[in-house]
């Protein structure tokens, strides 16, 4: 799967920019295709034109931001010389980036309705593997692809368990929290004694 940012026309990249600030006004299911016409400065016909119907804009929304956030992972684990700084930068900026995602912040404060069936069974599955290989890049200079899949996986799960259910004793955003949890538990499962990913 691959998670081109930028793989939009500048008149669909317009629209979803306009999109996002509809959802993070009002919601999705309030959100109307009149609504983002407006926001974007363009006639309905143009948004229609580009996006067959709102759910189609939706999952493009969905794939352009899964992009920014795998280039944002992969750039900022690049300058990290161990992969539990690469682990490290991946889970701080993943956090980072959802947690202030006006769009996903009031979706999750005012429509949990429209994530939960994503969060539940099979599709929960489906969202984890998307996740893990978004972020697998991130680790293949230092795992085999399958390892760095799994670890993808992980994180997956652990940010989306600390961001549901915050802890007070760890802070999935600080660095050095992520980092001691890291060297303690997750590299010692991925990095045999001699250095070589299992």
Known sequence: ?????????????????????????????????????????????????????????????????????????????????SLAGAITSVVTTSVHFLANHPALAFVCAHEPDVLIPFLAFEREDAVLRNAAVLVAPAFTRFLDADAATRLGEWIARIALSYLSSPSESFDIADAEHVCAVVDDFVVPGFVNSEGVSR
């Open 1 to 81: 799967m691959d998670f081109p940012a930028g793989a939009v026309s500048p008149k669909a990249a317009q629209i979803l920019d306009a999109a996002l600030v509809c959802i993070a006004r009002v919601g999705v299911a309030k959100t109307t295709l009149d609504d983002v016409a407006r926001e974007a400065g363009c006639a309905r016909a143009t948004v229609y034109r580009t996006f067959v119907n709102k759910q189609q804009l939706q999952a493009a929304l969905v794939a352009r931001e899964a992009g920014v956030l795998h280039d944002l992972v992969v750039a900022s684990s690049a300058s990290s010389e």
